[in-house]
């Protein structure tokens, strides 16, 4: 008989401490915690839901479309044009991110990260009031501009969630809680589809309500918003406020010995200098942040081009393929959200403890080689009927895997790289590109799919490969390092063997108008 052996007492005991420091840690930070919630509900959230909001009203709205067009002018509109007014009330949400994006290196700067919040709660608002009085006022103009406001909300609102939770959190605490963005996100797209089913809201009489749901996160946080301080790290280190900032640590993380965090944030400001925020010229021209642009352009801000919504618009047809019935398609996609959910929360248990270059380097390799099978299967689909089921499984290994590596450190990793005086500008260049890579793929695509068919993943396949290589063989890891510390490791890239003196005077950490 063979038994067992015990589990070594230093082990035993590393797990304990581990536990108990967790707990610790779930009791003194709740109030951070509880201020990550609130920035959730009205910051990502309202991204995601209003990304997959739209899918179950398409048929209303473009019949509402109809009947205005026949009320105003006797006659019934063409279907090419109630196409193009359809996909002009999709694309403008892009635009909208874009002005938003945009807006997001002035308005937290000038106003503080709070105030900037409840200026696009605001927004929100007043496009939930548009969409659900455009029946009434028989105008789908006013659906076009409440679309539009929801994308200045969603662009604007992505980035400062993400500056404000950032600059809140403890630097052992910062990959876990910064990462909740894209889980809110992922919430977002869940609910959307959930609530768009025909026996909740997506009906002919409900649409306009459904299209307005998002007044309600934006009213949630507003309110509550108010309860909470300002960022500690924009009143230390933009406003010069070293008790507000010190008042604020306490309350959100509840401890007394801030020494070490306060030094650190001083370091930061004493290098000011009276000098400027960093312009968007700024960031992408000095030398001192060369890398940490290519960080924010290849793998972060170009997502979208890894090939994830790419994936969302194929599945139907790789489902109808596999024999899947047209009314189930709807539940399906609500299991690729929630696969993506599920995902990209093991992914912020992981962060803190695996790394964000070992979980986006392999993230994107992995991405690669699976999409790279998919296109074989794909070759292959009639040849043998149980083809189309792999390739229902390859689809959502691909989320699976989006999930607990890429999708997540995208949105981190930009908060860990720029320090004080260049994150507003970086953030700005982060959300352009993101928000015209999302139009281009939603206006490009189906027509990349019907010129190249399932090899068109190999675009994908490409950018996931080379993403990958440039994690894993350039980048330093972040996990654990303070933003000096993580500034040190990038000049070695930035500099070389060269000194640093200069351009010492473009490490400006604190933002000023």
């Given at each position: 008989?063979t038994t067992c052996?015990?589990?070594p007492?230093?082990?035993?005991?590393?797990?304990?401490?581990?536990?108990?420091?967790?707990?610790?840690n779930?009791v003194?930070y709740w109030?951070l915690?509880?201020?990550?919630?609130v920035?959730?509900?009205?910051?990502?959230?309202?991204?995601?839901?209003?990304v997959?909001?739209?899918?179950?009203p398409?048929?209303?709205i473009?019949?509402?479309v109809?009947?205005?067009?026949?009320?105003?002018y006797?006659?019934?509109?063409d279907?090419?044009?109630?196409m193009?007014?359809?996909?002009f009330?999709?694309?403008v949400?892009s635009?909208?991110?874009?002005?938003g994006a945009?807006?997001?290196?002035?308005?937290?700067?000038?106003?503080?990260?709070?105030?900037?919040l409840l200026?696009?709660n605001?927004?929100?608002l007043v496009?939930a009031v548009?969409?659900?009085?455009?029946?009434?006022?028989?105008?789908?103009?006013?659906?076009?501009?409440?679309?539009?406001?929801y994308?200045?909300?969603a662009?604007?609102?992505?980035n400062?969630?993400?500056m404000?939770?950032?600059?809140?959190?403890?630097?052992?605490?910062?990959?876990?809680?910064t990462?909740t963005?894209?889980?809110?996100?992922?919430l977002?797209k869940?609910?959307?589809q959930i609530?768009?089913i025909?026996?909740?809201?997506?009906t002919d009489?409900?649409w306009?309500?459904l299209?307005?749901?998002?007044?309600?996160?934006a009213?949630?946080q507003?309110?509550t918003?108010?309860?909470?301080?300002e960022?500690p790290r924009?009143l230390?280190?933009?406003?010069?406020?070293?008790?507000?900032?010190?008042?604020?640590?306490?309350?959100?993380?509840q401890e007394?010995?801030l020494q070490?965090?306060?030094?650190?944030?001083?370091?930061?400001?004493?290098?000011m200098?009276?000098?400027k925020?960093k312009?968007?010229?700024?960031v992408l021209?000095s030398?001192?942040?060369?890398w940490?642009?290519?960080?924010?352009?290849?793998p972060?801000?170009?997502?979208q081009f890894c090939g994830?919504n790419?994936?969302?618009?194929?599945?139907?047809?790789?489902?109808?393929?596999?024999?899947v019935a047209?009314?189930?398609?709807?539940y399906?996609?609500?299991?690729?959200?929630?696969?993506d959910?599920?995902?990209?929360?093991?992914c912020?248990?992981f962060?803190?403890?695996?790394?964000?270059?070992?979980?986006?380097?392999?993230?994107?390799?992995?991405?690669?080689?699976?999409?790279?099978i998919?296109i074989?299967?794909?070759?292959?689909?009639d040849?043998?009927?149980?083809v189309?089921?792999?390739?229902?499984a390859?689809?959502?290994?691909?989320i699976?895997?989006?999930?607990?590596g890429?999708?997540?450190?995208?949105?981190?990793?930009?908060?860990?790289?720029?320090?004080?005086?260049?994150r507003?500008s970086?953030?700005v260049?982060?959300?352009?590109?993101n928000?015209?890579?999302l139009?281009?793929i939603?206006?490009?695509?189906?027509f990349?799919?019907?010129?190249?068919?399932?090899?068109?993943?190999?675009?994908?396949?490409a950018?996931c490969?080379?993403?990958a290589?440039?994690?894993?063989?350039f980048?330093?890891?972040?996990?654990?390092?303070?933003m000096?510390?993580?500034m040190e490791d990038?000049?070695?890239?930035?500099y070389k063997?060269?000194?640093?003196?200069?351009e010492?005077?473009d490490?400006?950490?604190a933002?000023?108008?």
């Amino acid at each position: 008989m063979t038994t067992c052996s015990p589990v070594p007492d230093s082990i035993q005991g590393a797990s304990d401490r581990e536990m108990r420091e967790a707990l610790k840690n779930m009791v003194r930070y709740w109030r951070l915690y509880l201020l990550t919630l609130v920035l959730g509900i009205g910051g990502s959230f309202q991204l995601g839901m209003q990304v997959s909001i739209m899918a179950s009203p398409a048929e209303h709205i473009q019949s509402f479309v109809n009947q205005t067009w026949l009320g105003r002018y006797k006659v019934p509109v063409d279907d090419s044009t109630n196409m193009l007014i359809w996909s002009f009330i999709v694309s403008v949400f892009s635009l909208g991110g874009w002005v938003g994006a945009i807006h997001s290196g002035s308005l937290p700067v000038t106003h503080g990260r709070k105030k900037a919040l409840l200026f696009n709660n605001i927004v929100a608002l007043v496009a939930a009031v548009l969409m659900v009085f455009s029946p009434m006022a028989k105008s789908f103009e006013m659906i076009l501009l409440g679309r539009f406001l929801y994308g200045y909300s969603a662009g604007l609102g992505w980035n400062v969630h993400l500056m404000y939770l950032g600059e809140s959190s403890p630097k052992k605490l910062r990959g876990f809680l910064t990462i909740t963005i894209t889980i809110f996100c992922s919430l977002g797209k869940v609910m959307g589809q959930i609530v768009g089913i025909k026996e909740l809201m997506g009906t002919d009489d409900m649409w306009p309500w459904l299209m307005a749901l998002s007044g309600l996160p934006a009213i949630i946080q507003f309110v509550t918003l108010l309860f909470f301080p300002e960022a500690p790290r924009y009143l230390y280190i933009d406003k010069g406020d070293t008790e507000g900032c010190k008042k604020a640590l306490q309350w959100l993380w509840q401890e007394d010995d801030l020494q070490m965090e306060m030094d650190e944030m001083g370091k930061e400001r004493a290098s000011m200098q009276g000098q400027k925020v960093k312009t968007i010229w700024d960031v992408l021209t000095s030398r001192c942040v060369r890398w940490q642009l290519l960080v924010l352009v290849i793998p972060c801000a170009g997502v979208q081009f890894c090939g994830f919504n790419a994936i969302y618009f194929y599945a139907f047809d790789i489902f109808r393929e596999a024999g899947v019935a047209e009314d189930k398609m709807h539940y399906l996609s609500i299991g690729i959200g929630a696969t993506d959910l599920i995902t990209i929360t093991l992914c912020s248990l992981f962060i803190d403890r695996v790394g964000r270059k070992i979980l986006m380097g392999y993230g994107y390799l992995l991405m690669g080689v699976i999409m790279s099978i998919l296109i074989v299967m794909l070759s292959i689909k009639d040849l043998y009927s149980w083809v189309p089921y792999v390739n229902i499984a390859l689809i959502f290994s691909v989320i699976c895997v989006y999930g607990l590596g890429p999708s997540g450190i995208a949105s981190t990793l930009p908060a860990d790289i720029f320090l004080q005086a260049w994150r507003p500008s970086a953030y700005v260049i982060s959300g352009s590109i993101n928000w015209f890579s999302l139009f281009l793929i939603g206006m490009f695509f189906p027509f990349i799919v019907d010129g190249l068919g399932q090899f068109c993943f190999l675009i994908f396949v490409a950018y996931c490969i080379f993403s990958a290589a440039f994690m894993l063989y350039f980048i330093p890891e972040t996990k654990g390092k303070s933003m000096l510390e993580i500034m040190e490791d990038f000049n070695k890239l930035n500099y070389k063997n060269k000194g640093t003196d200069t351009e010492k005077a473009d490490f400006v950490m604190a933002t000023k108008f």
